[in-house]
């Protein structure tokens, strides 16, 4: 399974601002950055987005997907995500006035995006991979996802705080080999990341004890303002298998 963190900075750099993860290049994890590729082919190949809630840094370019990749009718761009996740988009973005409404089907008699409302804890199959929607723990609604291929199970919880449900879900699952978990915040920020539903190393420490299997601890979603210092923070811990993610190199499960 390949996976990359697409940069969200310019020039590129491992800063990271928004949120998307490819999953074999033919799969986003919600839309942060994707909109951003200068290669509009590397978009248009990506044809199911999975989004994991509301907040800006994970949908913030997906009005630009879809009309970078606008192709009506049956090839269009699929959006998944959860109802409350999907209603939103509806009211709050594609609603006229911000962007068009892509959701509309009348505004070229054919549908211009493929809506799919997932389920939690109901596996969905694209592209050869199958994708389990999570409850996790943030200041909104939120889901992480379960991601699995012939060889490999790789974790991505997105947003959270100190959550249960992906651990378990996760340790039932077999061929795990890596986990995308945020860090947010430096120690001195812990009361903030708590009450906004983040990570910080302290906490991170805590939910790597809750899967028992030898996993590759992929860092993401360090604070652009405290990153260095979470780097810092983490690799004093000694976590077995901690890596900080590099924006926009291919990872390989």
Known sequence: ?????????VPVSDVQYLTTYLINDEI????GSLG???DLERQKRVKHIFIT?????????LPLVLSNSFEPGVDCVEVLAMPDVLQFL???IFNGRVWPDFFNPTLTHEPMVRVTPLELFKPIRRCNVTITPVPVSHGVPSIGFIVEDAAS?????????PTEAIWSHAAKTNNLKAVFLEASFPEKLIDLALVCGHLCPSTFA?????????VRWMVVHRKPSDSDQVAKELESLGIAGIEMVRCGVPYWF
Not at 53 to 61: G, K, P, V
């Open 206 to 214: 805590i939910e790597t004890r809750k899967i028992t299997t030898p």
């Open 36 to 38: 951003l590729l200068a």
């Open 153 to 161: 199970a790789v974790v991505f919880p997105s947003d959270t705080g």
């Open 53 to 61: 809630h509301e907040h800006i840094d994970h949908i913030a370019t």
């Open 1 to 9: 399974m390949k996976i990359e963190l697409l940069p969200s900075s």
């Open 28 to 31: 986003a994890i919600d839309c």
């Open 90 to 92: 509806r009211n709050d």
